[in-house]
C-alpha cells in the first residue's frame, strides 16, 4: 500500500474547522438576529422575554452540532496512520455539517427575529413560529447526519 502523503492531516484540520467555524457562525448570526427582535419586543411586552428565548436557544444548538463533529475528527486524526481517502471524507464531514448549521442559524435568526416580533403583537402566531424554526434547526440535523456518516467511513 502506498505511503500516506503528508499533507493529508491538512484535509482532516480543515474539516474539524470548517465544522466549528461555520455552525458557530451560523449560530451567532440566529443568536444575534433573534435577539435584536427580543429586545425591540420587549420594550412593548416585557412579560414574553422569556417565551421568546426559544429562537436563541434553537440556534445554539447549531453550535453544538458543529462541536460534536469537530471532536469525532479531531479525535480520529493521526500522525501516522492517517489515509487521503480518510481526510477527505472528514474534511467533506466538517463541511457538511459548517455549511447546513450556518444556512440554519440564518434562518433560524430571520424567522426568530420575525416571529418573536410578531408573536408580540398577535400571540396566535406563536405556534407557527415554533413551526417554522423546527424546520429550521432540521436542516442543521440533516447536516450532522450526513456528518456522521462521512466521518466514520473510510480508515
Same mark, same amino acid.
Given at each position: 500500500?502506498?505511503?500516506?502523503?503528508?499533507?493529508? @492531516?491538512? &484535509?482532516?484540520?480543515?474539516?474539524?474547522?470548517?465544522?466549528?467555524?461555520?455552525?458557530?457562525?451560523?449560530?451567532?448570526? @440566529?443568536?444575534?438576529?433573534?435577539?435584536?427582535?427580543?429586545?425591540?419586543?420587549?420594550?412593548?411586552?416585557?412579560?414574553?422575554?422569556?417565551?421568546?428565548?426559544?429562537? *436563541? *436557544?434553537?440556534?445554539?444548538?447549531?453550535?453544538?452540532?458543529?462541536?460534536?463533529?469537530?471532536?469525532? =475528527?479531531?479525535?480520529?486524526?493521526?500522525?501516522?496512520?492517517?489515509?487521503?481517502?480518510?481526510?477527505?471524507?472528514?474534511?467533506?464531514?466538517?463541511?457538511?455539517?459548517?455549511?447546513?448549521?450556518?444556512?440554519?442559524? &440564518?434562518? =433560524?435568526?430571520?424567522?426568530?427575529?420575525? @416571529? *418573536?416580533?410578531?408573536?408580540?403583537?398577535?400571540?396566535?402566531?406563536?405556534?407557527?413560529? =415554533?413551526?417554522?424554526? =423546527? &424546520?429550521?434547526?432540521?436542516?442543521?440535523?440533516?447536516?450532522?447526519?450526513?456528518?456522521?456518516?462521512?466521518?466514520?467511513? @473510510?480508515?
Amino acid at each position: 500500500m502506498a505511503e500516506t502523503p503528508s499533507y493529508a @492531516g491538512f &484535509f482532516g484540520v480543515m474539516g474539524a474547522t470548517s465544522a466549528m467555524v461555520f455552525s458557530a457562525l451560523g449560530a451567532a448570526y @440566529g443568536t444575534a438576529k433573534s435577539g435584536t427582535g427580543i429586545a425591540a419586543m420587549s420594550v412593548m411586552r416585557p412579560e414574553l422575554i422569556m417565551k421568546s428565548i426559544i429562537p *436563541v *436557544v434553537m440556534a445554539g444548538i447549531i453550535a453544538i452540532y458543529g462541536l460534536v463533529v469537530a471532536v469525532l =475528527i479531531g479525535n480520529g486524526l493521526s500522525a501516522t496512520d492517517y489515509s487521503l481517502f480518510k481526510s477527505f471524507t472528514d474534511l467533506g464531514a466538517g463541511l457538511s455539517v459548517g455549511l447546513s448549521g450556518l444556512a440554519a442559524g &440564518f434562518a =433560524i435568526g430571520i424567522v426568530g427575529d420575525s @416571529g *418573536v416580533r410578531g408573536t408580540a403583537q398577535q400571540p396566535r402566531l406563536f405556534v407557527g413560529m =415554533i413551526l417554522i424554526l =423546527i &424546520f429550521a434547526e432540521v436542516l442543521g440535523l440533516y447536516g450532522l447526519i450526513v456528518a456522521l456518516i462521512l466521518s466514520t467511513k @473510510g480508515k
